[in-house]
């Protein structure tokens, strides 16, 4: 289904959009869905969270490929502005110090709080009681997007709708091209073996068809994490993947210095950079 007519009504977007336009869709689907649902067993304000966390990731997903990743150009951003496809003013708060993770530009209006204050997920995690540790927006449903190490969790919302997506599309693109990498070098490897194993016996062939097939397996399970069409769609589906994502966010490599992936000891030191980590998504059983 392609974008509502109102966001491309006034002229054709410019090129490079088809690059973002496949997860636009995508959270505009995930927003009708959400709509639709029913509001059974949720209290009144919890079941707008989902429209705010949407739209809190669109616009972070935009913000990030053109401020942080450079993957668009101005034209393709001012689009997204102009179409009101992002929210521009969050986006503008995001610019600022102090407010480079804030959830919503309604969290922070005095006016909206009792004693004139702002919302309990501005509040930096160190600075809250043992009650107020789980404590979350009842508007937003933001867990705490306070500026700093240790303010808040890295994932604000602790849902799919808190993940950095432009993260996750780069580490899985990295990941893509990786894989058929390995492929091409596999491949390479299976034709000078062909070439010059003339005199190899039926019990190497046996054993070299057991590695091949042990191989695929592997490149199966890969690509069911980081494939062109993931089981998760356009969200994290693996505790990896996710793990190489907030290590993008981090600004830290996921390579040490001999160029191999780290290991998980490396991962639990940095695990509570910026408070606590989701927990590992479920992963998909094979029949």
Known sequence: MPLPKRWNKKRSPPPGFDAVEPILEALEHELRDKIKETNEKKRKTESMWP???????????????????????????????KQKLVDAALIAKWKKPGYERLCSTYVINPTNYKFGTTSICRVPMKDRNTEQKQAQDPTTGCLGCASGKGAGPRNIFGSKYGQYLAAVQIAR??????????????EEVAKAKNGSGDGDDDDDETTDDDSDT??????????????????????????????QSEKMIAGNDNKDDNGDEETDDDDDDDSDEEGPALPPPSKKLKT
């Not at 705010?52 to 689009?79: A, L, N």
């Not at 693109?173 to 596999?186: A, F, G, P, V």
């Not at 191989?215 to 793990?243: C, F, M, R, T």
């Open 173 to 186: 693109e990295d990941r893509i091209q990786k894989l058929e990498e390995k492929r091409k070098l596999e």
């Open 51 to 81: 429209v705010h966390q949407i739209g809190w990731q669109k616009s972070r997903y935009i913000y990030d490929m053109f401020y942080t990743y450079g993957r668009i150009s101005r034209e393709v951003y001012d689009y997204c502005i």
């Open 214 to 243: 042990d191989d695929e397996k592997d490149d199966d399970d890969d690509e069911d994490d980081y494939g062109p069409a993931p089981v998760a769609g356009i969200w994290a589906g693996s505790n990896k993947l996710q793990q």
